[in-house]
């Protein structure tokens, strides 16, 4: 099969298409003809060499596609169903990947829609279940990226009153998912509280810039607040630093697909390429600019019901 790899560190120009050995599932795993696969940070920061030290290494942590072989045990798909989840062994932007935890596509997204789910929502979930998200007031740092997104929109699921920081331009775009929002930079306590006089009940920081100590402020003390994204400033703050190697939520993937359906969840895909261009992905969702994630497609994007992959291409 063919699958992205890198035999050395550094930009985006190192990554290549290779011919690797077509991978097989264990017990309670499936194998998926890969139609669409997400591009995290976890990709670029394990290109640049901040992960992992082995080489050469794969990539690609979440993938849709069709089952096309089953590991042991396995009772609750079945070969040609659609699917979406975690590729754990970090090799999903391939043709065939195994996957260790999935969940039905919902009948409503198309691959490249699933592919951009996984990260997204279980990082969310994860981070709103540590804070204990339900009700109150949420201030979330970052809200216009595909983290952010995915919990403003889960947070309001909760009941959860949310103040976002964003960039000017994607204001309107936070009051469609049902947040209030605000300018991030200097003075952005003031902007806050502006809101919510007295401050808020919890503190989300997907962006990482570091403004720990003015969320904790605004949240009244350390404990209230979470983040994902910065780790040197969650030590020095005495942050819960939210991370996937402590548990994951994983319930979040099972859990998706009724509130996609219903209305009450969407996460843009802001482009997709070919495989072929993995590099052009890279570059595409390491600059930041982007509202959405960024998707590689793989053979078409093609489903059982033929439905195709979304046209649009960053470039």
């Not at 009948?107 to 929502?121: I, R």
């Not at 007295?198 to 969320?215: M, N």
Request: charged residues 20%; contains cysteine.
């Amino acid at each position: 099969m063919k699958a992205a790899r890198f035999t050395r560190f550094g930009g985006p120009e190192v990554l290549e298409i290779a011919e690797l050995p077509d991978p097989r599932p264990g017990p309670g795993q499936i194998r998926i003809a890969v139609r669409a696969a997400g591009v995290n940070a976890s990709d670029w920061k394990k290109r640049r060499g901040l992960m992992d030290e082995e080489l050469p290494q794969t990539l690609g942590y979440e993938a849709a596609g069709v089952v096309d072989e089953l590991g042991a045990d396995v009772r609750d798909v079945a070969l040609g169903d659609r699917v979406f989840g975690f590729c754990t062994e970090g090799a999903a932007q391939a043709e065939l990947a195994v996957l260790s935890y999935y969940a039905p596509v919902p009948p409503s997204l198309d691959f490249p829609g699933a592919a951009a789910l996984p990260a997204a929502v279980e990082t969310a979930t994860r981070a709103l279940d540590q804070l204990g998200v339900d009700g109150g007031t949420l201030l979330v740092s970052g809200a216009s990226g595909s983290v952010g997104a995915a919990a403003v929109q889960l947070a309001v699921g909760r009941g959860a009153r949310v103040i976002g920081t964003a960039s000017p331009v994607n204001h309107d775009y936070l009051r469609s998912l049902g947040a209030e929002p605000v300018a991030y930079g200097e003075g952005l306590a003031d902007r806050v509280r502006a809101l919510a006089p007295d401050g808020v009940d919890l503190a989300l920081d997907v962006a990482g810039s570091g403004i720990l100590p003015e969320l904790i402020e605004l949240a009244g003390a350390p404990e209230h607040v979470v983040t994902i994204a910065d780790f040197s400033g969650a030590q020095e703050h005495g942050v819960r630093f939210s991370r996937g190697d402590t548990g994951r939520a994983l319930h979040a993937l099972t859990d998706i697909g009724a509130l996609i359906e219903s209305g009450r969840f969407a996460l843009p895909v802001a482009g997709t390429f070919p495989l072929t261009d993995i590099a052009e992905a890279h570059r595409a969702a390491e600059e930041g600019h982007v509202r959405g994630k960024i998707v590689l497609v793989v053979g078409g994007a093609r489903g059982n019901d033929g439905r195709a992959a979304s046209p649009d291409v960053v470039s």
